[in-house]
């Protein structure tokens, strides 16, 4: 029988890149509440009125704009890091060329900011 030494429980406390790493897998908690508060916030609108502005009512409570606010930090974090990782993922080559790693990143904020805009156009007018 070979021993294995005790891993500590903080162990990605150590070195950032593994903070960032674990920080990154706990996000998906926080994307996955976002998926439930918007399908929460459609089924309010779906149910007119009255439901809708309950459902902001409960929205300004100081534990959910908490929550909410914390959410948007990993949601932001989780996105930086999904770009950052996307040129070792997934090789573009075009004309027999690879393409750089920051082109592709540059790609996927300048087609962020376009979709963002686009909603806010949406939104806003």
Do not use: C
């Not at 950032?16 to 309010?44: D, Q």
């Not at 609108?45 to 502005?53: D, H, N, S």
Request: glycine residues 4%; aromatic residues 16%; positive net charge.
């Amino acid at each position: 029988m070979s021993y294995r030494r005790p891993v500590p429980l903080w162990w990605w406390l150590h070195k950032r890149t593994y903070f960032v790493f674990v920080m990154r897998e706990l996000s998906s908690i926080f994307i996955a509440w976002l998926v439930l508060y918007l399908l929460l916030f459609v089924r309010a609108v779906g149910r007119g009125e009255a439901a809708y502005q309950d459902f902001l009512d409960d929205a300004a409570s100081p534990w959910l704009v908490t929550l909410n606010v914390i959410a948007f930090a990993f949601i932001v974090l989780h996105t930086i890091t999904w770009f950052s990782l996307t040129p070792q993922a997934m090789v573009v080559r075009v004309r027999g060329h690879r393409v750089p790693g920051i082109a592709i990143i540059a790609g996927q904020y300048a087609a962020l900011a376009a979709v963002t805009a686009f909603v806010a156009w949406l939104v806003l007018s």
